[in-house]
């Protein structure tokens, strides 16, 4: 019993003096934050008060440093507002704004320089800086419920990103939303984040995303871009539960990806829903790929990849496929599908074949639609599917369902960016 309390008095003992060692530091409109965060030990939480604070602050130790009524930080478009240098720093309830706009030195409202792990940016507002927040080899970096906007009055090429993350480990992105920036999201070189629940408009890409392992992207809004989520040079992802609609280009773009899965998409109201380029041995299974100009762009050599239990509804184009022979699909719902299911399985009799002849004379005469039962055009695709001069390689569902899914698909038409 005495060893047992020599042991764990020290322990308390230590935690009391951490304890009290940490104190809060105030600061008040007219003062200097930076004075504060000089006078600060580690550990000491910094409260600034609302008001104006025309500084660029430097923060080398482990601190937190709290607004109370959105203080505003102006950097006055000079530098990075706020360089953070150490681990376990945290910013929260502020407005950080009017960095400088140096691409060559990646001016940033809040830059996460190398080894300052465990960074915590919340609840604050990120307001015509070049970069929002860039985050650079650096681990747990957790940025939560932020609004970043760019310098929306520079021409794309020459904004930052609203966040970059390079080579970094663990980030947790969630919650925020990003507009006017280049790129919504850049990362390089990271791997075992999550990015969730960010909402992500009026920029380049939503996300910009390469040389890349192990992430999960989930349940993001990403809208009204040129593109949505473009998933470059990458293993190991998880894309689930997203809504990427209205992009002026590709809704998600998977382009050299392996071993990944996407699920659970509404991809809805793009030019192109989903672009596969180089993509194999993964699985896309539960998408709504609904009203975009075309549905799958597929070429690239895709091939081995699970596609199964998608919806294809209403998209001008279902499929644009480049290849040299017919790729095997399986259990999706194809809106143009127009056989039959004489057993009652819920499984068409014979397999979709998309842009055979028939549909190629759809696009071209919509009207002929209203003649698809008839045994005129009946005929027609049989001799398509006989002679194989006046058939192209395709996507081929050797099982397509005859209901859709995901039954609310309608109040995702008409989602289209003007």
């Not at 996460?112 to 927040?133: K, M, S, T, W």
């Not at 850049?186 to 984040?193: G, H, I, K, L, Q």
């Not at 989930?218 to 809504?243: F, P, T």
């Not at 395709?394 to 397509?400: F, M, Q």
Request: aromatic share 8%; net charge neutral; hydrophobic share 40%.
């Amino acid at each position: 019993m005495p060893q047992f309390r020599l042991v764990v008095v020290p322990a308390l003992a230590m935690l009391f003096v951490r304890a009290v060692a940490a104190a809060t530091l105030t600061v008040h409109p007219g003062e200097r934050i930076g004075a504060a965060i000089d006078a600060a030990k580690p550990g000491d939480t910094i409260v600034v008060h609302g008001g104006r604070y025309d500084e660029n602050l430097k923060i080398g130790k482990r601190l937190t440093l709290r607004g109370i009524d959105r203080p505003i930080i102006d950097g006055h478009n000079t530098g990075d507002v706020i360089r953070i240098t150490a681990p376990d720093v945290t910013i929260s309830g502020l407005s950080i704004v009017n960095s400088g706009a140096n691409l060559t030195a990646q001016n940033a409202g809040i830059y996460v320089q190398p080894g300052a792990d465990r960074a915590q940016i919340d609840h604050c507002e990120l307001v015509y800086n070049l970069f929002g927040l860039w985050i650079e080899r650096s681990a747990d970096v957790h940025v939560s419920d932020n609004v970043i906007v760019g310098k929306r009055d520079l021409r794309s090429p020459d904004r930052g990103n609203g966040i970059q993350l390079y080579n970094t480990t663990g980030a947790q992105i969630v919650g925020n939303s990003i507009s006017y920036s280049r790129d919504g999201i850049y990362v390089d070189v990271s791997r075992n984040a999550l990015f969730k629940g960010n909402s992500i408009h009026n920029v380049r890409y939503g996300t910009h995303y390469m040389n890349s392992y192990y992430n999960v992207w989930d349940g993001n809004e990403v809208y009204h871009n040129r593109g949505g989520l473009a998933i470059m040079e990458s293993r190991n992802q998880v894309v689930k539960n997203n809504r990427v609609w209205g992009n002026t280009d590709h809704g998600i773009m998977l382009r050299t990806l392996q071993d990944s899965v996407i699920e659970n998409n509404v991809v809805a109201g793009n030019q192109r829903g989903l672009f596969i380029y180089d993509a194999e041995y993964n699985t896309l299974r539960g998408n709504l790929v609904v009203d975009n100009k075309v549905g799958v762009h597929l070429w690239g050599g895709s091939y081995q990849n699970d596609v199964t239990g998608n919806d294809f509804i209403r998209n001008q184009e279902q499929i644009r496929y480049v290849a040299a022979k017919d790729v095997a699909w399986t259990g999706n719902y194809w809106s143009n599908y127009y056989g039959w299911d004489r057993r009652g399985r819920g499984i068409g009799d014979i397999p979709y074949t998309a842009n055979d002849l028939v549909d190629r004379l759809t696009w071209r005469v919509p009207a002929v639609s209203v003649l698809m039962n008839s045994p005129a055009v009946q005929s027609l695709r049989l001799i398509a599917q006989q002679f194989p001069l006046v058939s192209v390689p395709s996507v081929v569902d050797s099982a397509p369902r005859m209901q859709p899914s995901h039954t609310a698909w309608s109040q995702w038409v008409g989602r289209q960016h003007d």
